[in-house]
């Protein structure tokens, strides 16, 4: 809030002062109006539209056949429920990977169709020039290192990845190369906490974990995952914070009873 008691909205360069004086980070991803509306109330610094919608929402095993007219979908709904957080809309496999030309109008479509506030890609030297092209128009560019889900098929496994010198090599300098290309901040997904804490330390630009370790500047979880609707997906890294499942389960289950017993509706709640 401001003095005037005005919502103060979360910008990429709150988020930088936020690093540079210590303040952890908060993202959680949201895809639809309702949800987002209450992790906006909540005080989330960072909403994610993630291509995790793919699963979540659509139920896919992988992010890669998520479309970018269904991530508009997605954001466009979050967006008008968000009043402080700050909006990343990610770019659906396909859509920036090896032309910049079609990553740039991709991006332009998301931030045109849904108003968010920037948009994520997911890898770094392979994908540089799409982000420069992105970062060109005036589009904030949120980078993704580590586990990339868009290229399962190239890993092969969701393990942890840069266990091994050279990937962590390879990872130090993607994101040295995004930083200087100008993203406003980067995702570390799944990698050694020792890489997270090295990582985030030499770059000025705000780095968010996931599964990274403690010696990032914020996390991230899947909202789903946190709040225990998703049941299946256990890694060492989730904390979950609820257990929504059997609660949604518990209530549906105490509606059914009750329409079958003919206690619900009762005679104040009909008309
Ligand atoms: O799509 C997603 O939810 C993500 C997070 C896991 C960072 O990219």
Redesign the pocket.
């Known amino acids: 809030m401001s003095v005037q008691g005005e919502i103060r909205k979360v910008t990429t360069h709150r988020l930088s002062e936020m690093k540079l004086r210590g303040e952890k980070i908060a993202?959680l991803?949201a895809y639809d109006y309702s949800m987002a509306q209450l992790v906006d109330e909540a005080g989330v610094d960072v909403i994610?539209v993630?291509?995790?919608?793919s699963n979540v929402m659509a139920g896919h095993a992988t992010?890669l056949p998520i479309t970018l007219n269904e991530m508009i979908y997605h954001g466009a709904s979050v967006v008008r429920a968000v009043k402080r957080a700050l909006v990343v809309v990610?770019l659906p496999f396909g859509t920036y990977q090896g032309n910049s030309r079609e990553a740039l109008n991709s991006a332009i479509r998301i931030m045109k169709e849904t108003a968010a506030d920037a948009v994520?890609l997911?890898g770094g030297e392979e994908v540089i020039k799409s982000v420069k092209r992105i970062l060109s128009a005036g589009i904030p560019v949120m980078g993704?290192l580590g586990l990339m889900?868009q290229s399962i098929h190239k890993f092969g496994t969701y393990t942890v990845r840069a266990k091994e010198e050279a990937e962590a090599e390879k990872l130090i300098n993607d994101a040295r190369l995004l930083e200087e290309a100008g993203c406003f901040a980067l995702?570390l997904?799944k990698i050694p906490a020792r890489l997270g804490e090295e990582v985030a330390k030499e770059l000025k630009i705000p780095v968010?974990g996931?599964g990274a370790g403690s010696g990032v500047d914020g996390q991230?979880?899947?909202l789903h995952d946190m709040l225990g609707i998703t049941q299946q997906f256990s890694p060492r890294f989730l904390r979950r914070y609820h257990n929504l499942a059997v609660e949604v389960k518990g209530a549906v289950g105490n509606y059914i009873a009750d329409v079958k017993s003919e206690d619900f509706p009762n005679e104040k709640e009909q008309y």
């Open positions: 993202m991803t994610l993630g291509d995790s919608a992010t990610d994520k997911e993704h889900p995702v997904e968010i996931i991230v979880l899947v």
